[in-house]
């Protein structure tokens, strides 16, 4: 069982940043990062091997959001630069078991944690 905690999200002006936390217990070789607006499915945002190494980012934020990890402390961050009111939405980590599980899809992710609200808004 991996256990995944989120913090970092609130609410920002559009052209501001934010940066997302995930605490994960150890058992996972994929994290990755989803956000889901309002009335709209769950959405692969970016991901990352835990051993090293960048899976995937979407395109609506390539050059926008970086993911990294900090092994050290077993946790993935999401730094989210320039955001626009699009970016809105519940943000999600999420780990898989294994690494081809590592991408945009959400049913090859085995755990999940509770999320975190990003609001981009003037």
């Known amino acids: 069982q991996v256990r995944l905690v989120e913090s970092g999200g609130g609410s920002v002006q559009p052209g501001g940043s934010l940066i997302l936390s995930c605490a994960a217990s150890?058992?996972?070789?994929?994290i990755g990062w989803f956000r889901q607006a309002p009335g709209k499915e769950r959405e692969g945002v970016a991901a990352m091997y835990t051993g090293g190494g960048v899976a995937y980012y979407d395109e609506s934020v390539r050059g926008r959001f970086t993911i990294s990890q900090d092994n050290a402390e077993d946790r993935v961050y999401l730094l989210m630069t320039t955001l626009k009111p699009e970016d809105t939405g519940m943000y999600y980590c999420a780990a898989a078991e294994e690494t081809r599980s590592c991408g945009p899809l959400p049913r090859y992710y085995n755990y999940w944690g509770q999320g975190t609200q990003v609001t981009v808004s003037s």
């Open positions: 150890e058992g996972s070789r994929c």
